[in-house]
């Protein structure tokens, strides 16, 4: 099969390199000059395990090429996959000017029946504006079918994801269309789930409002976990062992992050909102995303007492490890407010220091090495739980800080350990351990209680 892909980003990069491996011939298209020239030149423009590989690969065979001639690629392909952002607009909508970009330029170079496959996040109806935009920009009358084909990959797995897909959801009233996604997904081997175009534009926003909302339930039972003396660690491993609930999605944590579901859950609210439902459940999840970023903020005030000119290590500012995206990132959030309350930050990431530099310019230094980020610090802030985070060789640390004392965003360690190395640490919905060692802070004592 022919394939064009526009928008190569996370998802169009991955989902038009898969489709490559699979056989197909994909042409990968960008309006940004400088990824297209990079990645022409093996320059990866995203951290993502296993994928320069396989676009090497991939490239080498004549079966993967990028261009920024969208022209060219829409022309010479029978099925268009549209994979360009839908960030979040300021009432919360998602944003659909790069959609609508790419239907335009998709309707203007229409040369012959084509499939037209919408990958981005888009509210529901979408695919019916991107008919008819393709429909008013098409010389003639030019037959094309427009297919809603979301996208479930995870950052960090993407790879992984797309290979081994759980599900490809084909929302199209074609049954021409249909066949010929079938046939693009036959090598993945996965279970194809037929419906509308609405239908299959809800079940992503369903699926990202579902993960989010369990979440935050988990983020709310760990919060009175806290003030009851539990540990939302084995409540989660308690409730996950019921296969109905299911053991994932329950890490109790500083929240979430990421580029979609922040955005997801927003347009969402937004979409009941303006159909007539006030959607109060999935508005509870976001308020508590974002109370557990305040939260964890008061739980280091708490243990160091007044931040003013306190020194803290933050570890990690992707919003979660293997990527180096920082979109709406528990960092982005946590930095600000620390240095607000006169904190001073150094700042550890292995992957993600170009991109949060340009968010958060000189509101601390950046390190990506890990010891050096925590020497000399009053206490350490863990936000990402990377795999450097994890194998921290923790007598180390004990040394480098001023104090023993971190404060865990990820639950990465076990309090008795920490207990027995005489650590103060402090995480989330888990009983606190108090250090053995004196605290220099005007205050002491420590968060939880
Ligand atoms: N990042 C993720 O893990 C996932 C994202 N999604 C959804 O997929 C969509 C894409 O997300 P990402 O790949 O993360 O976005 P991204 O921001 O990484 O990439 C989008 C790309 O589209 C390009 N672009 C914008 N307008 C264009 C146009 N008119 N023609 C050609 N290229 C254009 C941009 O330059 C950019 O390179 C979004 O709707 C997102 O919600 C869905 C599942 C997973
Ligand atoms: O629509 C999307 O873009 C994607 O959004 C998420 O994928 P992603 O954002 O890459 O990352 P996740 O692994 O889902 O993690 C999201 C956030 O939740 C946090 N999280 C996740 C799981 C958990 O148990 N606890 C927890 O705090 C992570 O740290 C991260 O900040 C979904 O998992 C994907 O299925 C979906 O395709």
Not at 355 to 375: F, P, W
Request: hydrophobic share 40%; glycine share 8%.
């Amino acid at each position: 099969m022919k394939i064009a892909v526009i928008g190569t980003g996370y998802v169009g990069l991955v989902t038009g390199t898969c489709f490559a491996e699979t056989g197909n011939r994909v042409i990968c298209c960008d309006i940004d000059e400088e990824k297209i020239e990079g990645l022409n030149l093996g320059r990866m423009p995203i951290y993502e395990p296993g994928l320069e590989t396989l676009v090497d690969k991939n490239t080498k065979q004549g079966r993967l090429r990028f261009t920024t001639n969208i022209k060219e690629a829409v022309r010479a392909s029978d099925v268009i996959f549209i994979a360009v952002g839908t960030p979040m607009s300021r009432t919360g909508n998602a944003d659909l000017s790069f959609v609508k970009e790419a239907a335009e330029t998709i309707g203007k170079h229409l040369n012959g029946y084509k499939i037209i496959v919408n990958k981005s996040t888009v509210p529901v109806g979408t695919g019916r504006l991107v008919a008819s935009i393709v429909r008013h920009h098409a010389k003639g009358n030019v037959a094309f079918d427009v297919v809603s084909n979301p996208e479930f990959l995870r950052e960090g797995e993407a790879v992984r994801d797309t290979m081994q897909m759980e599900r490809a959801v084909i929302g199209t009233d074609s049954s021409r269309a249909f066949e010929i996604m079938e046939e693009i997904h036959r090598p993945f081997r996965t279970k194809i789930i037929h419906t509308s175009i609405e239908t299959a534009e809800m079940i992503k926003y369903a699926a990202n409002a579902f993960l989010a909302t369990k979440l935050s339930f988990i983020n709310d039972i760990a919060l009175i976990c806290e003030r009851v003396g539990a540990d939302v660690d084995q409540v989660s491993e308690g409730i996950g062992a019921d296969s109905r609930i299911g053991k994932s999605f329950l890490q109790a944590g500083i929240g979430y992050g990421g580029s979609c579901f922040p955005k997801d859950t927003a347009a969402l609210h937004y979409l009941a909102k303006i159909n007539g439902f006030d959607f109060k459940m999935l508005e509870a999840a976001i308020e508590t995303n974002f109370r557990q970023r305040e939260d964890f903020v008061a739980k280091i005030e708490k243990t160091l007492g007044s931040l003013e000119g306190k020194v803290i290590s933050v570890l990690g500012l992707s919003f979660k490890p293997n990527t180096n995206d920082v979109r709406y990132a528990p960092s982005l959030d946590v930095i600000p407010m620390l240095r607000e309350k006169g904190a001073m930050v150094k700042a550890f990431d292995p992957a993600a220091i170009s991109r949060a530099k340009r968010q958060l310019g000189y509101q601390c230094s950046y390190t990506d090495d890990i010891y050096e980020a925590i020497q000399n610090t009053d206490a350490c802030a863990i936000l990402t739980d990377w795999d450097e985070v994890k194998s921290l060789d923790l007598n180390k640390v004990k040394n480098l800080l001023k104090e023993p004392v971190i404060i865990d965003g990820r639950n990465v360690f076990d309090l008795d350990v920490m207990a027995q190395l005489g650590f103060t640490y402090v995480s989330i919905g888990r009983p606190a351990v108090t250090g053995r060692v004196e605290m220099k802070s005007s205050r002491g004592g420590n968060a939880n209680g």
